[in-house]
């Protein structure tokens, strides 16, 4: 028996299964995401409690899930400058609060080598509930900026 309220949709999903949510909890991506410009409806699933780890659903493609996080997370001192058009379109002006997120790249195996995409962060107007990914010059930020340090210390060679 289906216990939703009118208000109420569900998702089946590849990766969590079926996820119910309410249309306040979409987020609207008018120019979709990079790669993605078909897809235009998220809805942002927790990873597990207490975790910095978000996804971002496709409702539009339900198998289509991207890992993201805060990115300050790792970087305190990330503070990119969306240029101002950008936040126009979210509805946005330089004052106001939004959420910033980057999308995660964990290595089968290897999750030490954690990348995040900080040349690609993804803004989103709580208010209005749009979103964009938006693409900052790679001389700023790195696609690939490594979480974790290389413990350069560690040779595999034994101290004793």
């Known amino acids: 028996m289906n216990t939703l309220d009118a208000s109420t949709q569900e998702l089946t999903g590849t990766r969590f299964g079926n996820i119910a949510y309410e249309e306040l909890d979409v987020l609207t991506f008018p120019d979709g995401l990079v790669g993605f410009r078909d897809w235009h409806h998220f809805v942002i699933v927790n990873h597990k409690e207490g975790s910095p780890f978000r996804w971002l659903q496709s409702i539009d493609e339900p198998a289509f899930a991207m ?7 790792y970087d305190s001192q990330y503070q990119p400058k969306i240029p101002a058009n950008e936040l126009s ?6 004052e106001d609060i939004h959420l910033t997120f980057v999308t995660v790249s964990i290595p089968v195996g ?3 080598d954690m990348t995040l995409n900080m040349a690609g962060p993804i803004i989103v107007n709580p208010a209005n509930r749009q979103a964009s990914q938006v693409i900052l010059p790679v001389e700023m930020y790195n696609t690939r900026q ?10 595999g060679e034994s101290a004793a």
């Open 146 to 155: 490594r979480a974790f340090p290389i413990d350069e210390g560690t040779t």
């Open 89 to 94: 379109a979210l509805g946005l002006s330089a």
């Open 110 to 112: 290897s999750p030490q």
């Open 67 to 73: 890992l993201m996080v805060d990115p300050k997370t």
